[in-house]
């Protein structure tokens, strides 16, 4: 619980001695106790509860690892995502926040590797000069990992959508 300020100030005694007359008449209390015990009170009700600072500061560690690793580079995203998953979170929406945008970025970069490896077999398929039946049957190998590469990055894009979505709504509810 973090004070934004205190209300009960030395020189309001007034206040706190009516609140313990009070007290005292109702309740035939020692006055010594009944001026802590209202002086509490006071405190607490001017008190502001905010957010844990730990709870803060994991989860703004979370939202920037999700932010620079979409951010990155397709070579550099694979560190970022090594970061995001090893960083820890407190609580179960940052938790939500963090596999979900794992697993959009790990199938985007699965998407990204079924692409590269679509571009090496064509590109192998004409460097080889071999039989038509080979060059064949490497078109068609690179076909498949295309389709693949299609419906992961498709997919991908949804769950990055999601995830860049997820991380506005933490922003917002941590005040980040």
Same mark, same amino acid.
């Given at each position: ?13 007034? *206040? ?48 920037? *690892? ?37 697993? #959009? ?43 693949? #590469? ?11 959508? *999601?995830? *860049? ?12």
């Amino acid at each position: 619980m973090v004070c934004s300020h205190v209300a009960v100030r030395f020189s309001d005694r007034n *206040a706190t001695a009516v609140l313990v007359m009070r007290w005292n008449s109702r309740h035939k209390r020692s006055a010594g106790r009944d001026r802590r015990l209202a002086t509490l009170v006071l405190l607490l009700i001017s008190c502001q509860i905010s957010p844990d600072d730990r709870t803060q500061g994991m989860t703004a560690q979370v939202v920037h *690892a999700v932010e620079m690793t979409r951010q990155a580079s397709n070579h550099d995203k694979r560190a970022w995502l090594d970061q995001l998953r090893k960083l820890p979170c407190k609580s179960d929406d940052v938790c939500q926040l963090k596999d979900l945008c794992a697993k #959009a970025y790990d199938l985007h970069l699965m998407g990204v590797d079924s692409v590269n490896r679509t571009r090496a077999a064509v590109s192998g398929s004409a460097d080889s000069g071999g039989t038509a039946e080979a060059s064949t049957g490497a078109l068609l190998d690179a076909l498949s990992s295309a389709q693949t #590469a299609q419906r992961q990055l498709q997919s991908a894009r949804q769950q990055t959508r *999601a995830c *860049a979505e997820n991380e506005a709504v933490i922003r917002e509810r941590y005040r980040l």
